[in-house]
């Protein structure tokens, strides 16, 4: 029921930020228990867990992007956002949003990715 649907740009120039927004629906993304999480996947590479925004709003990094990385949110549009900072090539990837259950660390929705493409 809960769908999730990436959208932004997919060309953007290297030292310049990375813009995504997260569009949520058949569920709030304020509904507790919920972190709603970006991930993305470079090219021939893993999936890279980059951050989370919990239902209360607390925000959560992995180390080696925290530097570069906000997510926000916009309740009233039941979205969340994503910048990326001083972009490189590197940071060209398929870009997922997704939702995980706070209880087990599962995700269990997510959406169909975007890719994005850091090329002057």
């Known amino acids: 029921q809960v769908q999730l649907q990436e959208s932004g740009p997919g060309l953007v120039k290297p030292s310049q930020t990375l813009s995504l927004t997260c569009t949520v629906s058949?569920?709030?993304?304020?509904?507790?228990?919920?972190?709603w999480s970006w991930i993305r996947q470079p090219p021939g590479k893993g999936l890279e867990w980059m951050g989370a925004?919990?239902?209360?709003?607390?925000?959560y990094y992995t180390p080696s992007l925290k530097s570069r990385t906000s997510i926000s949110r916009h309740t009233s549009k039941n979205q969340f956002n994503l910048q990326l900072t001083s972009v490189t090539p590197e940071d060209t990837a398929v870009y997922y949003c997704a939702r995980m259950t706070s209880w087990d660390s599962t995700y269990e929705n997510w959406g169909q990715g975007t890719e994005v493409t850091v090329s002057s």
């Open positions: 058949g569920g709030s993304i304020t509904t507790g228990d919920y972190y």
């Open positions: 925004i919990a239902y209360s709003g607390v925000t």
